[in-house]
């Protein structure tokens, strides 16, 4: 097979999943998750991972797969293998050059068995570093600068990266410049670079492909906020809670895990801190809920604003008539040429 790779990409809720398996039974394909908190092991409600009960982590036979640092394995999806899901321990620091590494070796696996590689996901940024290869990728995080930087303000934060780095704090857009962990990251970038020059600059090999189709999902938001208030009142019923419960009996903690920084966990710190009440309880309980959903509209529209960026993105709308169809059509026609 010439080296096609089809991307399903958008905000949440707007059933990339569903789509992307459609199109793998049709066009001999696999699918390789693009999300950032679906690597973690354990963390299967929250992040939406929706597998089949009793499905089992398979371990490839390539020696190329078995030869990474990380365990790369794959689940079955009515029979389609999804690949990327628990790769680490929730304490584990993943990074997107870790992501990078693992989608790579997936990608060019599955090319090497004659078959389509269908690319998953919401977290823009990795699929940018996966497909277009990002220059500072190679700098690894510095935890003990980003926990200083953590005390300081946006303005203080602005001023710093003025100082370290004005070229960089030019070419950051308006929402970038109010976003700490964006600041603290560049900061952080560009304090590796000074210190080591051009030693820890490293881009990233590109996949060499030599057919690429983006398909984008999307709903107007009052659609998109009802789906994501209902996606919310199923995982409560799946047992969030419970699997939260598990985690915390496991080990880990809110401090040192991808707890305490991944949506649908984060917002239930609180409660599992209350001593209070059954009823006061289940007050909280509910104020969380509300949290966790707005928390879910307000991501929902940060991936929209980075996937709008993207001019290569052949949009869909999921609210009009017969758009799985369309989007079959595009692919076949892709796919054929």
Not at 142 to 168: G, M, T
Not at 281 to 298: A, G, M, P, T, V
Not at 300 to 313: E, G, H, N, V, Y
Request: proline fraction near 4%.
């Amino acid at each position: 097979m010439m080296k096609k790779l089809l991307v399903i990409c958008g905000p949440t809720a707007t059933g990339k999943t569903a789509l992307a398996l459609n199109l793998a039974k049709k066009f001999n394909g696999e699918l390789v998750s693009a999300d950032s908190r679906q690597v973690y092991k354990g963390m299967d409600i929250g992040t939406g991972k929706d597998l089949p009960k009793n499905s089992q982590f398979q371990i490839p036979h390539s020696q190329q797969l078995l030869n990474s640092q990380f365990p790369i394995g794959y689940f079955l999806l009515e029979k389609i293998p999804l690949w990327l899901y628990d790769i680490v321990e929730p304490d584990y620091q993943f990074s997107v050059a870790d992501y990078v590494e693992c989608a790579t070796l997936v990608i060019k696996d599955i090319w090497q068995r004659d078959k389509l590689p269908i690319l998953v996901g919401g977290t823009g940024f990795y699929l940018k570093a996966l497909i277009d290869g990002l220059e500072t990728i190679g700098v690894p995080p510095d935890w003990e600068l980003r926990q200083k930087l953590a005390a300081y303000s946006v303005f203080r934060l602005s001023a710093l990266l003025k100082k370290i780095d004005p070229q960089k704090w030019e070419k950051m857009n308006e929402s970038d410049r109010r976003n700490s962990r964006r600041l603290i990251r560049a900061i952080e970038i560009s304090t590796k670079l000074k210190i080591k020059n051009e030693k820890l600059k490293m881009t990233m090999k590109k996949l060499k492909i030599k057919k690429l189709l983006f398909i984008g999902l999307k709903a107007p938001f009052f659609e998109l906020y009802s789906r994501i208030d209902q996606r919310v009142e199923e995982r409560l019923r799946q047992g969030i809670i419970k699997e939260i419960e598990t985690l915390l009996k496991k080990g880990y903690n809110w401090e040192n895990s991808a707890l305490g920084t991944t949506m649908g966990y984060k917002q239930w710190q609180p409660y599992f801190k209350n001593s209070q009440s059954a009823i006061s309880n289940s007050q909280l309980r509910e104020e969380i809920k509300q949290r966790w959903k707005f928390d879910e509209h307000d991501y929902a529209r940060r991936q929209m604003t980075w996937f709008r960026k993207d001019s290569r993105i052949r949009w869909f709308k999921i609210t009009e008539e017969g758009w799985p169809d369309k989007v079959e059509q595009l692919v076949r026609s892709w796919y054929n040429r």
